[in-house]
């Protein structure tokens, strides 16, 4: 497993990899103004699996994963819902999984 601090592996940092996943969120974030049907889409299938694959085979405290959550919560779900900003329930609905119906966004 990798180490965000360099624990076990010193040569292989986890915090390059969380700078190039909220690049990609805040990029998917600019789509969805234009076209929030094709930006979930790349959530959903991409960037959703990698955030998955990182934190699955990561060995770091939840707080290095934050920015992410903060992103998608601050900036990904308002651009492609249309909102200015989203309440703590609308993010917890968000997250409910897609065959309950709803749309699949991770929560912390």
């Known amino acids: 497993a990798l180490s965000c601090r360099g624990w076990l592996h010193p ?10 996943h909220e690049m990609l969120t805040n990029k ?9 049907q094709c930006a979930y889409a790349g959530f959903v299938h991409g960037l959703r699996h990698r955030w ?10 939840p707080e290095i994963l934050e920015p992410l959550e903060d992103i998608l919560a601050q900036v990904f779900l308002p651009s492609i819902t249309g ?14 999984p ?11």
Do not use: D, F, N, W
Not at 28 to 36: N, T
Not at 52 to 61: A, D, E, G, Q, V
């Open 52 to 61: 998955t694959y990182l934190m699955r085979t990561t060995i770091c405290p």
């Open 11 to 20: 040569h292989l940092s986890i915090l390059p990899v969380i700078s190039r």
């Open 28 to 36: 998917l974030a600019e789509y969805a103004l234009s076209e929030p």
């Open 83 to 96: 909102q200015a900003s989203l309440t703590p329930a609308h993010r917890q609905l968000l997250s409910v």
């Open 98 to 108: 897609a065959k309950q119906g709803v749309l699949v966004y991770p929560c912390r």
